[in-house]
């Protein structure tokens, strides 16, 4: 059970857009930044979004992500099949004292 | 350029302790802000952050884990180790180490490539 709460699978056709969320709580995503990282089959994480809607140098701005009080949520537009991942948010957990990840959503491309 | 590398055994035994060992480049871990990170990730399933260590030697652990935990760092070999103990089947995971920068909620910027453990007799 994740301290992050995203939906496991999400769907979409190519060209269109897709948003995934993530819900937390005000000892997590309320007060601190949050992360967004895709992961491709096969390989590891890599970082998509950060401080809530930064994008990090080469992530295009189909990219995008914003925070709502104790949610997240990754938006993607302009669909492509190489955009099928696992999508994970995460973020620092003052109650916890730890780092915490959502479960992990599945973007299928149809 | 950071780079970070996982290394360590692939297979470990039920009740053994498991080392693992993070090289790394383009940073330095004594630098103010710098950090490392562990999350693992069994077959199938999400990312299960472990701990991070930072450039004052503040460390961190999952509270599930803590007491299996160690994290700790040699600066003179730019390398940060993790030892857990006590290894069952469900620690079976590709175990990653990861840079971070300024803060706990900072992000994951630079990811190593992971190792696969797998814990079996």
């Known amino acids: 059970q994740s301290v992050l709460t995203q939906p496991p699978s999400v769907s979409a056709a190519p060209g269109q857009k897709v948003t995934i969320s993530c819900a937390g709580s005000?000892?997590?995503?309320?007060?601190?930044?949050v992360s967004w990282y895709q992961q491709l089959p096969g390989t590891a994480p890599k970082l998509l979004i950060y401080d809530n809607n930064k994008r990090p140098s080469g992530i295009p701005d189909r990219f995008s992500g914003s925070k709502s009080g104790t949610s997240a949520t990754l938006g993607i537009t302009g669909l492509q099949t190489g955009d099928e991942a696992d999508y994970y948010c995460g973020t620092w957990d003052s109650s916890l004292s730890a780092v915490v990840f959502g479960g992990g959503t599945k973007l299928t491309v149809l | 350029q950071i780079t970070l590398k996982e290394s360590g055994p692939t297979l470990v035994k039920p009740s053994q302790t498991l080392t693992l060992t993070c090289t790394f480049s383009?940073?330095?871990?004594?630098?103010?802000?710098?950090?490392v990170g562990w999350i693992r990730q069994p077959p199938g399933k999400a990312l299960e952050w472990l701990a991070l260590i930072s450039w004052n030697d503040d460390k961190r652990y999952n509270p599930s884990l803590k007491k299996r935990l160690t994290i700790t760092k040699d600066t003179y070999k730019d390398q940060v180790v993790l030892t857990l103990t006590n290894m069952d089947p469900v620690d079976t995971a590709t175990y990653y180490c990861?840079?971070?920068?300024?803060?706990?909620?900072?992000?994951?910027?630079?990811w190593g490539q992971g190792t696969l453990v797998t814990v079996s007799s």
């Open positions: 005000s000892f997590n995503i309320e007060h601190n930044y």
């Open positions: 383009g940073f330095s871990v004594t630098t103010s802000g710098e950090g």
């Open positions: 990861a840079h971070f920068r300024d803060g706990y909620d900072s992000p994951l910027d630079y």
